[in-house]
């Protein structure tokens, strides 16, 4: 009977646990939606002011060598310090989301340890801070709350002390990490080298665009003016891009744990069947040996 009983409280409990992952996927996916619409207009954006920097940048190219002047593509021979931002989750129960992202950053750091390169971090968001916080790893910043409610002053002033440092020379590169969203059921991480910038990778292709410059010697602040803009938005997008990969993720994991809880009702059910039926045909036993011994 007490067999019984325990079985019946498992029930109870794991049928608790589906509402709870049920009710947590419904909020999720309602979130999703709103990040998902956010990401794609930010993406949109993005492109464009990577399209704009491109043909300033050739237009630039033409009448200067910017490259030479602007801090923002002076690229050492030897790297001495590196600093990594990376983004993670403020709350769990999203999968292997922010393993994801921690796991890569690991990776680079062993990378550049091996080549003798010093590794500053900047965390964005609860999870990551914690995980390195455990291994005792020191982090240069800290930042909670801005992963999960992303805002363009947030990311503008993150972005700035990193490109500060950058420039004053303290760090002689700064990379972007986060876990992107791809579609409803996946994501993918993300590696961004924010400076210094090749300039092959934005001064580019020829276009046929009638854009002017005046007056023409201010080509060099021109282009770090749209480069701040650019930083900026990157470290925006990133955030963004970040909070609907970790919807994604959560929605897929309490999907899954929804299906997980209701498999499991149904082997407790099946298990609970099994014991009434052998504790009914133990009784029946008894009872039909109770009335032979009374013949």
């Not at 201010?218 to 955030?239: G, R, T, V």
């Amino acid at each position: 009977m007490s067999n019984l009983k325990d079985i019946k409280r498992k029930i109870k409990s794991v049928q608790n646990t589906q509402k709870t992952t049920r009710a947590m996927k419904l909020v999720s996916t309602a979130k999703l939606r709103k990040a998902e619409e956010a990401a794609r207009y930010s993406r949109v954006y993005a492109l464009k002011i990577n399209e704009v920097l491109s043909e300033i940048a050739y237009k630039i190219n033409q009448y200067a060598s910017v490259a030479a002047e602007s801090k923002f593509f002076n690229t050492k021979e030897k790297i001495e310090k590196v600093d990594i931002i990376f983004v993670t989750a403020d709350k769990g129960l999203c999968g292997g989301f922010n393993v994801q992202s921690i796991k890569i950053v690991r990776n680079m750091i062993e990378e550049f340890k091996s080549k003798k390169i010093k590794v500053r971090l900047r965390a964005i968001g609860k999870k990551g801070i914690e995980f390195f916080n455990f291994q005792g790893v020191d982090l240069l910043e800290s930042y909670v709350g801005v992963s999960s409610s992303p805002t363009y002053e947030k990311a503008q002033g993150i972005i700035k002390e990193a490109i500060d440092d950058f420039l004053s020379g303290a760090t002689d590169k700064v990379i972007l990490v986060h876990n992107g969203y791809k579609n409803m059921i996946s994501q993918e991480i993300r590696v961004n080298e924010i400076v210094p910038i090749e300039p092959a990778k934005i001064i580019g292709v020829e276009t046929n665009s009638l854009m002017e410059f005046e007056p023409e010697d201010n080509y060099s602040q021109i282009l770090n003016e749209l480069l701040q803009k650019y930083f900026e938005y990157s470290m925006y997008y990133a955030l963004i891009d970040s909070l609907a990969a970790e919807h994604s993720a959560r929605m897929q994991a309490m999907d899954n744990a929804t299906n997980n809880a209701k498999e499991r009702v149904g082997q407790l059910n099946l298990a609970y069947n099994k014991a009434r039926q052998q504790s009914i045909t133990t009784e029946l036993i008894e009872i039909i040996s109770g009335v032979e011994s009374m013949k």
